[in-house]
T-cell receptor, first 113, second 112 residues
Framework: GENVEQHPSTLSVQEGDSAVIKCTYSDSASNYFPWYKQELGKRPQLIIDIRSNVGEKKDQRIAVTLNKTAKHFSLHITETQPEDSAVYFCAARMDTGRRALTFGSGTRLQVQP | DGGITQSPKYLFRKEGQNVTLSCEQNLNHDAMYWYRQDPGQGLRLIYYSQIVNDFQKGDIAEGYSVSREKKESFPLTVTSAQKNPTAFYLC???????????FGSGTRLTVV
């Protein structure tokens, strides 16, 4: 089955700096890669996603890049703000077989004011 | 709240007891999922259902059971066979399997 590894497990940045979280996946059949943000005590919320026919997607301060050859994808947050502090999860899904999401272990992002 | 409701929010179980966690959605989604969240381990898939009256085991199905008798409901039973049930349980749904998830607010289960 699919395996997703996520790094780093914790990340601390100064307000205004950029943050990058990286994930690798094992199954080349995976073709959908969402990112979720989970604030303390709340449910995960989808913040951005990318499909395998696209190399990059951007939504305001958030962008995701995908390298299918290397089987990794990354979340980029620019001009970080204290409200970006949360746990971020990457995930991957295949289009055939078991099509449920496989999640990474999460990254706790702390933005220091 | 958000179209998918989990109850209860907190649940305490004595060892040897079975407990059932509720998950109801009014989003008309076909697919539903149960994940377990432990610190530092992300979300691990317990069971999922693509359609009514059908469900599949995930990565950590041992000690759990589910049913999908109605499109709106996907209850999870944590049986006494689950040796380490203390965790945060998240239910999710999606329009179909290849769409993004909407999560419930979760149930925190503690064995006392």
């Amino acid at each position: 089955g699919e395996n997703v590894e996520q790094h780093p497990s914790t990340l601390s940045v100064q307000e205004g700096d950029s943050a990058v979280i990286k994930c690798t996946y094992s199954d080349s059949a995976s073709n959908y890669f969402p990112w979720y943000k989970q604030e303390l005590g709340k449910r995960p919320q989808l913040i951005i996603d990318i499909r395998s026919n696209v190399g990059e997607k951007k939504d305001q301060r958030i962008a995701v890049t995908l390298n299918k050859t290397a089987k990794h994808f990354s979340l980029h947050i620019t001009e970080t703000q204290p409200e970006d502090s949360a746990v971020y999860f990457c995930a991957a899904r295949m289009d055939t077989g078991r099509r449920a999401l496989t999640f990474g272990s999460g990254t706790r992002l702390q933005v220091q004011p | 709240d958000g179209g998918i409701t989990q109850s209860p929010k907190y649940l305490f179980r004595k060892e040897g007891q079975n407990v059932t966690l509720s998950c109801e959605q009014n989003l008309n989604h076909d697919a539903m999922y149960w994940y377990r969240q432990d610190p530092g381990q992300g979300l691990r898939l317990i069971y999922y259902s693509q359609i009514v009256n059908d469900f599949q085991k995930g990565d950590i199905a041992e000690g759990y059971s589910v049913s999908r008798e109605k499109k709106e409901s996907f209850p999870l039973t944590v049986t006494s066979a689950q040796k380490n049930p203390t965790a945060f349980y998240l239910c999710a749904s999606s329009l179909q399997m290849n769409y993004g998830y909407t999560f419930g607010s979760g149930t925190r289960l503690t064995v006392v």
